[in-house]
């Protein structure tokens, strides 16, 4: 129940399409979901969270939703852009420390 | 406000050495953490405190120890260096509350030959 699964692990799309990236979990406890962006030889650094009592939050080009029911969240990009070329990691928290996913190597093609 | 900062930033020993990694943050967090990240398996908790002079397991404790004398410093050790232990250490930390954000440190690239 403390692993989160994330898909895909790599990911290449044209400058200005959307990426979709998801992850599934499967414990209750879970109520805090954030994702990291880590460029290469950086820290990972939050994008963007969400908390099990909302469904859906976009800032900007950037949006995560939740279905609790399902016990999945998805990471949404649009109009990427070059800069958005990173690794993306989901991660859950309830009542243990953060549990990440093993990543998505998102690349944007100009 | 520094945030979290890592020291050192690079390290490389041989089999069998010890070393200790710092991380410090000025936050006045409660909670700390390490993590060891290796190419295609994501950030494994290695071992966490959440407070001053606590620490426990995560999910890859086994060849390191930790302390949390202060509340804003927590130390990693390796006793015996092995090369299986190379990889990039990241300390971080947050608040009090579950759902509050966890900010890393810049990292510690360590290569056991």
Redesign the interface.
């Known amino acids: 129940g403390e692993n989160v699964e994330?898909h895909p692990?790599t990911l290449s799309v044209q400058e200005g399409d959307s990426a979709v990236i998801k992850c599934t979990y499967s414990d209750s406890a879970s109520?805090?979901f954030?994702w990291?962006k880590q460029e290469l030889g950086?820290?990972?650094?939050?994008i963007i969270?969400i908390?099990s009592n909302v469904g859906e939050k976009k800032d900007q080009r950037i949006a995560v939703t939740l279905n609790k029911t399902a016990k999945h969240f998805s990471l949404h990009i649009t109009e990427t852009q070059p800069e958005d070329s990173a690794v993306y990691?989901c991660a859950k928290?309830?009542?243990t420390?953060?549990?990440?996913?093993?990543?998505t190597r998102l690349s944007v093609i100009a | 406000n520094a945030g979290v900062t890592q020291t050192p930033k690079f390290r490389v020993l041989k089999t069998g050495q010890s070393m200790t990694l710092l991380c410090a943050q000025d936050m006045n967090h409660e909670?700390m953490?390490w993590y060891r990240q290796d190419p295609?398996?994501?950030?494994?908790?290695i071992h966490?405190s959440v407070g001053e002079g606590t620490t426990a397991k995560?999910e890859v404790p086994d060849g390191y120890n930790v302390s949390r004398l202060k509340k804003q410093n927590f130390l990693l050790g390796l006793e015996s260096a092995a090369p299986s232990q190379t990889s990039v250490y990241?300390c971080a930390s947050n608040s009090l509350g579950?759902?509050d954000?966890?900010?890393?440190?810049?990292?510690t690239r360590l290569t056991v030959l």
């Open positions: 994330q692990s109520n805090y954030p990291y950086k820290r990972p650094q939050l969270d908390r990691f928290r309830g009542n420390p953060l549990v990440f996913g093993k990543g | 909670y953490y295609g398996m994501g950030l494994r908790l966490y995560g990241f579950s759902t954000t966890q900010y890393f440190g810049p990292g």
